[in-house]
């Protein structure tokens, strides 16, 4: 029986002897020069027992192995998927490493939380990575594979809550002592979630599995810091770069980016008021009760809960003509244009309002007016996110082009915003890149905050 790691070209050398075997009537009369002897036999089947039957080798069960390999084997699209899914886990790891044994002497707590959040974000991206390869396998590879992504959903789960859970210590000073014990928990589901993805390899036929760190680099955790409304949000962002083929002297290399907004997500209330609260004495006054942004994959939805009034004055007196509250929900969708560039395509969605109110946010300014202002926050944070001059090195940053952008979210419900693109290089400059990204995936530290 053929065991499903095994090459295509070992199957096709077994079928070969198979077919040998199943017919040695035309095999040996082709050798036999038309004599129908070889070696005192005959080619009615006296080199044979059984009359030429072969004994020993079931043709319809290796057939249906051949098969089965071919149909579980990856695609070429799948490789490189899978190969910057593996080096992403092994950044994760790196991190953990890094964030068990710190070197140097203990920083404050803030350095504490800074590493707390380059690896829980570096967890994030191994499984999303690993989610959307399992969701990109065929129905026939999903069928073959059941048992192995089985096994990767149930520790994917496990992760996602040790990471939470390491994130919530990090935020509450009285649980700072169980950091060690969670960690150590992280640091062994983290392995066994990488050997269920190199044993995911092996079945695909991926004979890169164990060399794709090769093929791959990592770009670390960059932290930068913007200003949206006199206030500061971070924006964190990673990403893996995966070396294609060379073609008619171009090298390209696939680039994905993945930028943390969940501070953005965490201010957005706070950024919205300064720019929507207004109190006229004779005219609009508006508060913004609240705001939440959420990841609704491959877009984000806001939501806004706003207080509305208008009032008149006439002479000395003041009148209060409107009055109400209201919730408006804004879909967001994150592209890239025709140019390269960033766009965000908004739409309104449920609104919640009765009266003059409900009116303003449906189709009066007011809703305009909501609708462009969280578009503008969020905006300002993805073009940062997007700035190669962040995150990538100089040998790469003018070659560097953005095709595919989505929101994605985690388990925690942070938002995340990921960039695909793509890199080329011409061979002459194709060993400064490698060089650069090798140097930059080795090192595993966080940069200091860039503000904007």
């Not at 009066?364 to 940062?384: H, Y």
Request: hydrophobic letters at 35%.
């Amino acid at each position: 029986m053929l065991r499903r790691g095994c090459t295509v070209s070992a199957v096709t050398g077994l079928i070969a002897a198979s077919v040998l075997l199943a017919c040695p009537r035309q095999t040996l009369a082709q050798r036999g020069a038309g004599s129908g002897h070889v070696g005192g036999g005959t080619a009615s089947g006296g080199g044979l027992s059984g009359g030429g039957k072969p004994t020993g080798v079931d043709m319809k069960d290796d057939l249906k192995d051949f098969h089965e390999v071919l149909a579980l084997q990856a695609s070429g699209e799948q490789t490189g998927a899978y190969t910057a899914m593996i080096k992403s886990t092994a950044a994760a790891q790196a991190e953990l490493r890094a964030f068990l044994n710190p070197t140097g002497k203990p920083g404050p707590a803030s350095e504490l939380a800074t590493r707390g959040a380059a690896l829980t974000q570096s967890i994030d991206s191994a499984r999303t990575l690993n989610k959307r390869f399992l969701e990109g396998l065929s129905d026939r590879q999903k069928s073959g594979l059941k048992e192995i992504t089985k096994k990767l959903t149930k520790i994917d789960s496990e992760l996602a809550q040790q990471s939470q859970a390491l994130d919530q210590q990090l935020r509450d000073p009285t649980k700072l002592g169980q950091l060690a014990g969670t960690g150590q928990s992280l640091e062994h589901t983290l392995d066994g979630f990488q050997n269920l993805e190199l044993d995911l390899g092996k079945e695909m036929s991926i004979g890169l599995a164990t060399h794709a760190p090769e093929l791959t680099y990592t770009i670390p955790p960059v932290k930068t810091s913007i200003r949206v409304e006199n206030q500061p949000v971070e924006i964190t962002t990673s990403g893996v770069v995966s070396r294609g083929v060379a073609e008619a002297g171009q090298n390209n290399f696939a680039l994905e980016l993945t930028a943390d907004l969940s501070d953005l997500q965490v201010n957005i209330t706070q950024i919205l008021r300064a720019q929507l609260n207004q109190a006229d004495r004779c005219g609009e006054r508006i508060a913004i009760q609240d705001a939440t942004l959420s990841p609704s994959a491959p877009a984000s939805l806001a939501f806004v809960r706003l207080h509305y009034e208008r009032w008149a004055c006439f002479g000395a007196a003041v009148n209060e003509m409107v009055e109400g509250s209201g919730t408006i929900e804004v879909k967001l969708s994150p592209r890239v244009g025709e140019d390269g560039k960033l766009r965000l395509e908004t739409a309104l969605g449920g609104i919640h309002a009765e009266g003059l109110v409900g009116e303003l946010l449906r189709s009066g300014s007011l809703g305009d007016t909501v609708r462009a202002k969280v578009a503008n926050s969020l905006f300002s944070s993805m073009l940062r996110a997007g700035d190669f001059k962040t995150t990538l090195p100089a040998s790469a940053q003018e070659n560097a082009a953005l095709q595919r952008a989505e929101f994605q979210g985690t388990g925690s419900g942070r938002l995340l915003l990921v960039l695909h693109g793509e890199i080329l290089v011409s061979n002459d400059k194709v060993s400064s890149v490698t060089s650069d990204f090798e140097q930059r995936s080795s090192s595993q530290t966080l940069p200091q905050l860039m503000p904007r």
